[in-house]
C-alpha cells in the first residue's frame, strides 16, 4: 500500500515564482481536471497542494496505472501541453513510496520551505487534505500520510523551537512595509482576504500601522477590517479611485492582474510618497511588473522575499534537528500503519469466521445435545462460546501481525494460501473489498 504512494511536483528551487504561476491550475477548472487525471491515469488517490512555493501532487497508484514515472503526464495536466523532450524530468521532481511520505512530512512540519519552519504550509496541507477529501479522491493512504503530516506539524510547532521568531513569509513581507512606512505610520493598503493577508496584518497592527482591507467582496472586506478595526473598500472602488496610501501587499487568488498600469498611475498620483512600495505574493501576479517599471514603483515579489527567506535558512537549519528527529520516528512507524490498515478486514473477517463456527457448532449441540436446557443457560453458553471463539481467533491474528511487521514479503499471502479454499477466498474478498473502496474513492 505504501509502495503505491507517489508525490510530483515544483517547488521554488526551479525556477522561482514564474516556474509556480506556470504550473499552478486554474481554480475554474481545477476540480474536473483533476477527476480527469485520475481516472485517465487510474490513481486511486488524489491531492493538490498548491501555495506560493510549490505545487505538487500526491496520489496512490493502482495495478492499471500506465507508468511509474508519471511526470510526463503531470506536466501535460498542469501546463496544458505535452513537454519537450526530457523537459518534464527537468523540471518536475518525483517521489516513490516512503520518499513521498517523507517528503510530504518535511513540507507539512515547514523544515522544505524558503523559510524554514514557516506556518501557513500546514494550513495549505490541510485544505489540499480537505479538497481531495470533498472531491471523493481520498481514500486509505491519503488518510495515513495526511493525518501524520499534520501530527508532524502540530510536534514540531509545539515540541520545538523552530517555529519562533518571524518565520512566516508573509511576516517578512509585512516587515518590509513596516520599514516603508514613515513617522507618523502611513497607511498600508492589503488586497484579499487570504490567511496570508491575515497573518500579514497582525503584524502590521502589532506595529501600529493604519490599514486598508480591500477585497472583490465588500463583505469579506469588512469582516477582516473590523478584526482589526481598520477601513475597507472593494477592489472596484480602490481600482477607480485609490486613496492615499505608502504601500500594497496583495495577495489573491485570481488568475489575472488586479492593479494593471491605470490603477497604479492613479495609485501612484494619489500617494503623497514618491517611493510607493507594492509587495505581490500572488502566483499568478496581482500587480503587473511592468506597470510598476513605468511608474517608479518599487515591486517586491515572491522571489524577492523568498531570497530574504533564504538567507536566514542556514541558521534556522541548525534549529531544525529535533524537527527532524519527529518526521524520522513517524517514518519508522509509517509501514507498520499501513500495513495494520491494510489488513485490518483479513484480521476483522478471520475472528468473524471463529465466531460464526462456533455459534453454528454451539446451535447444534443445544438442537441435538443438550435441548432440554433452560433460556438462562443456553444464553450462557452461547457467551461462553462466543468469548472463547474470540481467544481462539486472537492466537493467529497476532501471528499474521507478526508476519505484516516482520515476516518476508509474501508470508501473509502464503498463510492464506494454506488455508482451506473457501475460507482463503473469504480472506481474499475482505482483502479485495478494501482494494475496491480505495480504487472507488
Not at 477607480?240 to 496583495?250: D, K, Q, T
Not at 468473524?352 to 436446557?373: D, I, N, P, S
Amino acid at each position: 500500500m505504501l509502495d503505491q504512494l507517489g508525490l510530483i511536483g515544483v517547488s521554488w528551487r526551479q525556477g522561482g515564482a514564474q516556474s509556480i504561476a506556470d504550473f499552478t491550475l486554474d481554480e475554474a477548472s481545477m476540480d474536473e481536471r483533476l477527476r480527469e487525471f485520475a481516472e485517465t491515469m487510474h490513481l486511486s488517490e488524489l491531492g493538490y497542494l498548491a501555495t506560493c512555493n510549490r505545487v505538487e501532487l500526491v496520489f496512490s497508484r493502482t495495478a492499471a496505472t500506465p507508468s511509474q514515472d508519471l511526470r510526463n503526464e503531470a506536466f501535460v495536466l498542469l501546463r496544458g501541453r505535452a513537454p519537450l523532450a526530457g523537459e518534464a524530468e527537468r523540471r518536475l521532481k518525483a517521489w516513490q513510496g516512503e520518499g513521498a511520505a517523507e517528503h510530504l512530512f518535511l513540507v507539512a512540519a515547514g523544515l522544505d520551505s524558503a523559510c524554514v519552519g514557516e506556518t501557513e504550509i500546514s494550513g495549505q496541507v490541510r485544505r489540499c487534505r480537505d479538497r481531495a477529501h470533498d472531491m471523493n479522491l481520498s481514500g486509505q493512504a491519503l488518510e495515513i500520510v495526511f493525518e501524520e503530516a499534520q501530527r508532524i506539524a502540530a510536534r514540531v510547532r509545539g515540541e520545538t523551537r523552530l517555529a519562533h521568531g518571524r518565520v512566516s513569509l508573509a511576516e517578512i513581507a509585512a516587515q518590509q512595509l513596516i520599514k516603508h512606512t514613515g513617522t507618523p505610520a502611513e497607511t498600508i493598503a492589503l488586497i484579499g482576504v487570504s490567511p496570508m493577508i491575515e497573518r500579514a496584518a497582525r503584524s502590521l497592527a502589532d506595529a501600529g500601522i493604519p490599514m486598508l482591507f480591500v477585497n472583490r467582496t465588500p463583505a469579506r472586506a469588512e469582516a477582516l477590517a473590523n478584526t482589526f478595526h481598520a477601513r475597507h473598500m472593494s477592489l472596484a472602488a480602490f481600482q477607480e479611485s485609490p486613496p492615499s496610501v505608502c504601500g500594497v501587499l496583495s495577495a489573491t487568488g485570481a488568475d489575472h492582474v488586479v492593479l494593471d498600469r491605470d490603477c497604479l498611475a492613479r495609485l501612484k498620483a494619489n500617494s503623497t510618497r514618491d517611493d510607493l512600495l507594492a509587495i505581490d505574493m500572488a502566483i499568478p501576479a496581482d500587480i503587473d511588473p511592468q506597470g510598476c517599471a513605468e511608474e517608479h514603483i518599487l515591486r517586491i515579489d515572491m522571489d524577492d522575499i523568498n531570497q530574504v527567506a533564504e538567507a536566514n535558512r542556514a541558521a534556522r537549519l541548525i534549529e531544525s534537528a529535533q524537527a527532524r528527529e519527529h518526521v524520522d520516528e513517524a517514518l519508522g512507524k509509517l509501514h507498520d500503519r499501513f500495513a495494520e490498515r491494510y489488513y485490518g478486514p483479513l484480521l476483522g473477517t478471520l475472528q468473524q469466521r471463529y465466531q460464526r463456527t462456533a455459534r453454528e457448532g454451539v446451535q447444534r449441540l443445544l438442537k441435538k445435545e443438550l435441548k432440554g436446557l433452560g433460556e438462562d443457560e443456553r444464553a450462557a453458553i452461547e457467551v461462553w462460546c462466543d468469548v472463547l471463539a474470540r481467544r481462539f481467533a486472537h492466537i493467529p491474528c497476532l501471528g499474521i501481525r507478526g508476519l505484516v511487521h516482520g515476516g518476508p514479503d509474501g508470508s501473509v499471502d502464503a498463510f492464506i494460501n494454506g488455508l482451506e479454499p473457501e475460507f482463503a477466498d473469504e480472506l481474499r474478498a475482505a482483502l479485495k473489498v478494501r482494494d475496491n473502496n480505495g480504487a472507488t474513492q
